[in-house]
């Protein structure tokens, strides 16, 4: 268990150990979920407060989505965040789960939660703002893992780039489709993720006891519009993709129409010179025409006048 406590008008301090609760400030128990599996009874013998046992297992359910839920002793808020070894072009979350009790946050999180671990080091280093509230703290923990969210924008566009100039290029035909498709997948997952995200936050906003002030309502409004833009960069990406596949076939159908069109307009040529060849190719006694003196010298010049008519017809017609 790592101990944080802010008082009011000291600096954070790290903490050993704790008996009773601090009579000023916020105290925040960070709990690892995978090695501290018994943080409940340390967290009901320091505040007195028994946490419902269908929440306690929520905390320990990696499948667990965005969650909120209060009795009137406590609140509990699960929040799905970026898993920090993940490939940002194909992204895995995992839940932390906060539980809000009094002046006390309590955190149950995977262990190499980088958000958690990005904040603490912020609030012993005083850089920003001192959080004097347990829900203060908690948005600040939000705003870390939202902003996870956010940074991967840049790669899932470059991605996505990348794979519009391979569909489009013909000397290199694209192939990598089942790729291109688990894409789509996760920027689905990451649109719904999000939606549970802004759901939790306007349900903790609208039920929670503690009093929201017109400042930390400001900053929760302004998490809810990086979540929008996250989910909006999600639902266009998508779109994106689905318009350059739709693209990549209508010019792949494109080129094999002019292929097609090339092949016609050359058996079309070619039909009516293998028809006279087949008709003076065959072995009868008796064709007036094979005994013309000049008849070698007339055929081939019917035959170029045919093709060269043919193909005045096919240029008038805009066929070629």
């Known amino acids: 268990m790592e101990i944080l406590h802010l008082p009011e008008s000291r600096a954070p301090e790290e903490l050993e150990s704790i008996e009773c609760l601090p009579q000023n400030g916020v105290l925040w128990l960070d709990f690892v979920r995978e090695t501290e599996t018994g ?57 932390s789960t906060f ?64 794979w519009r100039y391979d569909l489009f290029d013909p000397k290199h035909p694209f192939d990598d489709w089942l790729a291109l498709i688990d894409y789509k997948r996760h920027l689905l997952a990451l649109g719904l993720l999000c939606e549970g995200q802004e759901d939790v936050i306007v349900q903790w906003q609208e039920n929670t006891d503690t009093k929201v002030d017109d400042h930390l309502a400001v900053r929760l409004n302004d998490l809810r519009e ?30 094999t129409n002019e292929i097609v069109r090339v092949l016609t307009v050359v058996s079309v040529v070619f039909l009516p010179l293998t028809l006279i060849a087949g008709i003076f190719g065959m072995n009868f006694e008796y064709m007036p025409e094979l005994h013309y003196h000049y008849a070698y010298y007339t055929l081939l010049g019917a035959m170029a006048a045919l093709v060269i008519g043919l193909l005045v017809l096919f240029r008038r017609k805009r066929w070629i």
């Open 99 to 162: 539980f809000l009790i009094g002046q006390v946050l309590v955190t149950v999180r995977p262990a190499d939660s980088s958000s958690i671990a990005e904040v603490r080091q912020r609030l012993l280093n005083r850089t920003g703002r001192i959080p004097t509230r347990p829900i203060a703290l908690a948005h600040q923990i939000f705003s870390t893992m939202v902003d996870g969210f956010l940074a991967m924008r840049e790669p899932l566009a470059l991605q996505l780039d990348q």
């Open 226 to 255: 990086h979540i929008r833009r996250v989910g909006r960069f999600a639902v266009e990406q998508q779109n994106e993709a689905e318009s350059i596949v739709q693209l990549h076939f209508s010019a792949t159908s494109h080129r």
């Open 39 to 95: 943080w409940v009874q340390q967290v009901e013998g320091l505040t007195g407060i028994s946490i419902h046992e269908g929440h306690v297992k929520d905390s320990f359910n990696l499948s667990h989505p965005s969650y909120y839920d209060a009795t009137s002793e406590y609140e509990m808020i699960i929040f799905r965040s970026l898993a920090p070894d993940g490939d940002p072009r194909q992204f895995t979350s995992r839940p």
